[in-house]
């Protein structure tokens, strides 16, 4: 079966997820800047009871003053953050996470229009950790 190509709106997630299984997230209908990540960060921030590590690749929202100005407020909440190198995206378990929801989780009939993509996706990520789950032993 093939699917017809068209262009639609972006659908964009943005998650920070542990080892086990465990996974705090937002879908955006926008492309990801410094300001919806240093948001979605903070609300982490609200989220965490101990002190947590966030692994993050070096994208340029990721390197942002915007984003390097927010760090020294993040550690003093108790979330500090961690630079993997250059190219080495796997060192980072979320992008496990995306590898699995696009080529293993998401069946064929999510990629048949926005919407079906949406909603699949969405009940994939609310999923996680009951139905889909990652072996990281």
């Known amino acids: 079966m093939l699917l017809p ?4 709106k972006a659908l964009n997630v943005i998650g920070a997820m542990n080892r086990k299984n465990e ?5 955006h ?9 240093i948001s979605f ?4 921030c609200n989220q965490i009871t101990k002190k947590t590590i ?3 690749d070096n994208a340029p929202i990721h390197r942002s003053k915007k984003f390097k100005a ?9 979330l500090y953050i961690y630079f993997i190198p250059p190219y ?3 060192l980072n378990i979320i992008e496990i996470l995306w590898k699995h929801i696009k080529y293993f989780w998401l069946e064929f009939k999510a990629y048949e229009s926005y919407n079906s993509l949406k909603k699949c996706l969405l009940e994939t990520l ?3 950790g009951l139905e889909h789950t990652i072996n990281f032993a």
């Open 5 to 8: 190509s068209s262009r639609s």
């Open 88 to 90: 080495s995206p796997e």
């Open 23 to 27: 996974i705090f997230y937002e879908v």
């Open 41 to 44: 960060i903070d609300k982490l």
């Open 29 to 37: 209908e926008t492309t990801i800047n410094s300001d919806i990540l």
């Open 70 to 78: 927010k760090i020294e407020e993040w550690n003093a909440l108790d």
């Open 54 to 56: 966030l692994v993050l």
């Open 126 to 128: 609310g999923a996680f």
